[in-house]
């Protein structure tokens, strides 16, 4: 069974432009989450999406926004770039139920110059 | 507002002995607590997830507790090995099941 797979690994942005991120899912799982990885503030939660849905949202500015399509396949989006956004940008998949273990592809690697 | 806590924050131990990370949290209203392993660059890779209503699990080396009265779960490894080294994370779900807080980690090195 595949894992989560996230593309691309690594991207490099200049302050105020966008980006767009994207996560595959394990076949299967419905629900995706998505976290940020700094090495100040550690791993934050950004939002989850179940069924094309967002279920929860953490606590990050506007600017950070995602969607899921029918396939359960996950963008992230970050508009207007600043600099503390550098960070490794963990997607993860789980079944759905509250006891399902939440399973994470390898990241992307955003460096914002 | 859950807060996750690891202790130690490095561990250096040499192969073979057996060892406990600890983990503590703030908030007991949890739905499960996970462990997971990260290597160098890579992602997070699910070690073992107890439910609130479980007191542990096992995988393997591996062993999980949860003692949610107290706040508190420890990781034991037993027969360390080499390529045990990497940091160890544990996170709470509360809230959300999918809304995990993450501690900081502990980063282990299994010496040959």
């Known amino acids: 069974k595949a894992g989560v797979t996230q593309t691309p690994r690594y991207l490099i942005k200049t302050r105020g432009q966008q980006v767009t991120l994207s996560c595959s899912p394990i076949s299967g799982h419905r629900s995706v989450s998505w976290y940020q990885q700094t090495p100040g503030q550690g791993l934050q939660f950004l939002f989850e999406y179940f069924s094309e849905t967002q279920r929860n949202k953490g606590n990050f500015p506007g600017r950070f926004s995602g969607r899921q399509f029918s396939n359960s396949r996950s963008e992230m989006n970050v508009s207007t770039l600043e600099l503390g956004d550098s960070a490794l940008y963990l997607c993860?998949?789980?079944?759905?139920?509250?006891?399902?273990?939440?399973?994470f592809g390898n990241g992307t690697r955003l460096t914002v110059t | 507002k859950q807060e996750v806590t690891q202790i130690p924050a490095a561990l250096s131990v040499p192969e073979g002995e057996n060892l406990v990370l600890n983990c503590s949290f703030t908030d007991s209203a949890i739905y499960n607590l996970q462990w997971f392993r990260q290597d160098p660059g890579k992602g997070l890779t699910s070690l073992l997830l107890?439910?609130?209503?479980?007191r542990e699990q096992t995988s393997g080396r591996l062993n999980a507790s949860l003692d949610k009265s107290s706040g508190r779960s420890t990781l034991y490894i037993a027969a360390s090995q080499p390529g045990d080294s990497a940091t160890y994370l544990c996170a709470a779900s509360s809230g959300s099941a999918r809304q995990l807080t993450f501690g900081s980690g502990t980063q282990l090195t299994v010496l040959p």
């Open positions: 107890i439910q609130s209503s479980q």
């Open positions: 993860a998949s789980s079944a759905g139920q509250d006891y399902s273990p939440l399973h």
